[in-house]
């Protein structure tokens, strides 16, 4: 079941896996959606496997705004914890229960480099994302302490060259530089690919991850490791 509330995206997504996918609205925020659309899952597919919590805004879809500590609006870090962090809450609320069927299953949720330092600029991205780090081991634990074999884990990518970027790269002469300048610091020197991180989240979402939960991905071309920058001689 692909879901998003960009109906146009996640219907190109479904016809593209057809016939194995269908394409339903689920707007991440509201609970009465993901009461519906996992019910429906229920009934269609006879039980829930996997759940990927995917969605993620950064607070500059609509243009650039203050989102450092000192002058981000109320409103719109509740914004992005509503999507965020309250849609992650919720759908691993409801796929537990859901996975209660069965006994089994995988959440793997999305954070990001941003839940793993501090970011300065988008501070409300950062402070959802560590949340949804420390929500993921709380489910691990919960589940395991239920004797439910359902694991949650997370990911933890940086710099995947993804619309997301698109507000922050922009068009013309200075996107490259741009480019260049955000992977100035990544020690692979490049752009992650979404496929790169589908690959991880495979693994975590299959039986060849059993013995893994409340744990951590990370794919961020090495920017977690360090430096590899030398004194000058
Ligand atoms: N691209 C990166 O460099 C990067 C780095 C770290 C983490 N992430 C995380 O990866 C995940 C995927 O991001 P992406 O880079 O593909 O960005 P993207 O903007 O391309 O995709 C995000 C998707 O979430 C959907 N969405 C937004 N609000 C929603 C809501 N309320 N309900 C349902 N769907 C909603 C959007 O329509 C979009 O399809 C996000 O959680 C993001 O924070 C991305």
């Known amino acids: 079941m692909v879901t998003d509330i960009d109906d146009a995206g996640g219907e190109a997504v479904a016809a593209a896996l057809e016939p194995c996918a269908l394409y339903r609205r689920l707007d991440v925020r509201l609970e009465s959606d993901w009461e519906s659309v996992v019910a429906e899952v229920l009934d269609t597919f006879g039980r829930l496997d996997v759940l990927v919590n995917n969605?993620?805004?950064?607070?500059?879809?609509?243009?650039?705004?203050?989102?450092?500590?000192?002058?981000?609006?109320?409103?719109?870090?509740?914004?992005?914890?509503?999507?965020?962090?309250?849609g992650v809450f919720l759908g691993c609320k409801h796929a537990i229960g859901a996975m209660r069927n069965t006994l089994r299953g995988?959440?793997?949720?999305?954070?990001?480099?941003?839940?793993?330092?501090?970011?300065?600029?988008?501070a409300a991205y950062a402070s959802s994302k560590a949340a949804v780090r420390n929500h993921t081991r709380t489910v691990a634990l919960y589940c395991a302490e239920q004797g439910l074999r359902i694991r949650c884990n997370a990911v933890f990518p940086a710099a995947i060259l993804t619309p997301m970027w698109e507000p922050m790269l922009g068009g013309g002469a200075e996107r490259e530089e741009r480019m260049r300048a955000i992977t100035r610091d990544v020690p692979l020197g490049r752009f992650g690919t979404a496929d790169e991180v589908a690959h991880a989240v495979l693994w975590l979402a299959s039986d060849e991850s059993t013995y893994t939960t409340g744990s951590e991905v990370v794919l961020d071309g090495g920017l977690l490791a360090g430096t590899s920058a030398r004194p000058s001689s």
């Open 55 to 86: 969605a993620g805004i950064t607070g500059f879809e609509n243009g650039p705004v203050p989102h450092d500590p000192e002058h981000a609006s109320l409103e719109s870090w509740r914004a992005v914890h509503a999507t965020n962090l309250d």
């Open 106 to 122: 995988s959440i793997v949720n999305i954070s990001s480099r941003s839940g793993l330092v501090g970011i300065p600029a988008a």
